[in-house]
């Protein structure tokens, strides 16, 4: 089946970085879009950053834009986010995602495209 596992969140001080890493099986992944969201107490979750099969097309929530960096490692079935400049009001659980289907070219935001998911990572930015 299925699975997706985010790792490395954790307490960072505001203008610091943090790598998460999703570790994919159950699927083939080098045929998939990934997608990373986020969801903060109270709020609804949001589109961050999604990354098509081949990494040709990446795209940025336009609140992340230049802070954040998306890639994957095919051969490790794994997709990171890197978030650099981090402010508290990125303070959420951050999850990834892909979608049932595999070789869709473009990328969504979203999250009702995205089928599988992974338990979440804390990401908390003190102030």
């Known amino acids: 089946q299925v699975q997706l596992v985010e790792s490395g969140g954790g307490l960072v001080q505001a203008g610091g970085s943090l790598t998460l890493s999703c570790a994919a099986s159950?699927?083939?992944?080098?045929?998939?879009?990934m997608g990373w969201f986020r969801q903060a107490p109270g709020k609804e979750r949001e589109f961050v950053a999604a990354?098509?099969?081949?990494?040709?097309?990446?795209g940025y929530a336009e609140s992340v834009n230049g802070r954040f960096t998306v890639s994957r490692d095919n051969a490790k079935n794994t997709v990171y986010l890197v978030l650099n400049s981090l402010k508290p009001e990125d303070t959420a659980v951050y999850y990834c995602?892909?979608?049932?289907?595999?070789?869709?070219?473009?990328?969504?935001?979203?999250?009702?495209?995205?089928?599988?998911w992974g338990q979440g990572t804390q990401v908390t930015v003190s102030s």
């Open positions: 990354i098509d099969w081949n990494s040709n097309t990446i």
């Open positions: 159950g699927f083939a992944f080098s045929d998939h879009t």
């Open positions: 995602a892909t979608e049932s289907r595999g070789g869709l070219y473009g990328l969504r935001y979203d999250s009702r495209n995205y089928a599988y």
